[in-house]
Antibody, heavy 122, light 107 residues
Framework: QLHLQASGPGLLTPSETLSLTCTVS??????????WGWIRQPPGKGLEWIGN???????YYNPSLGSRATISVDTSKNQFSLRLTSVTAADTAVYYC??????????????WGQGTLVTVSS | DIQMTQSPSTLSASLGDRVTITCRAS??????LAWYQQKPGQAPNLLIY???TLKNGVPSRFSGSGSGTDFTLTINSLQPDDFATYFC?????????FGQGTRLEIK
């Protein structure tokens, strides 16, 4: 059973860079899913897809974030990461790392870990 | 981008009721649609994918239907555990998009 845990600083000031790492356990990042995704949810609001990465490093991003988001993968550590530059208060959210359904691209997301809250405040 | 619109935004119902939540896509997504349930303070949980395929372990009182642009999530005989927020998600094309959510509350 796959388990994903996102980790990183919980508090940032505006203009800083958000860096989160997702550690995958219970399976290999190479073979357990087609793509690995980042999704965020501002407090009390809906879900926004940020982007996906394949174990080869191939990526897809949400155009709404412009060029601020970068997702990378480290197969040796069974991890993938999110970097979001020039954060503002609008980037305050719970950030989830989630595997995408195997065999499809794009696909549904399952299973979801608990997520990590990132707050941007001066 | 494909816009996903759910209705209603809030739904009040009683234990034992049958309820239906609608999700409409701004263009055809064939059956590339998933439904999630989210309880307060928890991460979303996948219920249905491919518009009507129930994830293993999800109670059979949940069902999904639809194709093209119009989809429904039906819950038969509401149980206390079902009062939550429900989201639809299209995965026909990138960027992946979600509906705004439907909050199911106890009447």
């Amino acid at each position: 059973q796959l388990h994903l845990q996102a980790s990183g600083p919980g508090l940032l000031t505006p203009s800083e860079t958000l860096s989160l790492t997702c550690t995958v356990s219970g399976g290999s990042i190479i073979s357990s899913a087609s793509y690995w995704g980042w999704i965020r949810q501002p407090p009390g609001k809906g879900l926004e897809w940020i982007g996906n990465v394949y174990y080869t490093g191939s990526t897809y991003y949400n155009p709404s974030l412009g060029s601020r988001a970068t997702i990378s993968v480290d197969t040796s550590k069974n991890q993938f990461s999110l970097r979001l530059t020039s954060v503002t208060a609008a980037d305050t959210a719970v950030y989830y790392c989630v595997p995408m359904g195997d065999g499809y691209n794009p696909a549904w997301f399952d299973p979801w870990g608990q997520g990590t809250l990132v707050t941007v405040s001066s | 981008d494909i816009q996903m619109t759910q209705s209603p935004s809030t739904l009040s119902a009683s234990l034992g009721d049958r309820v239906t939540i609608t999700c409409r896509a701004s263009q055809s997504i064939t059956t590339w649609l998933a439904w999630y349930q989210q309880k307060p303070g928890q991460a979303p949980n996948l219920l249905i994918y491919a518009a009507s395929t129930l994830k293993n372990g999800v109670p059979s009182r949940f069902s999904g239907s639809g194709s093209g642009t119009d989809f429904t999530l039906t819950i038969n005989s509401l149980q206390p555990d079902d009062f939550a927020t429900y989201f639809c998600q299209q995965y026909n094309t990138y960027p992946i998009t979600f509906g705004q959510g439907t909050r199911l509350e106890i009447k």
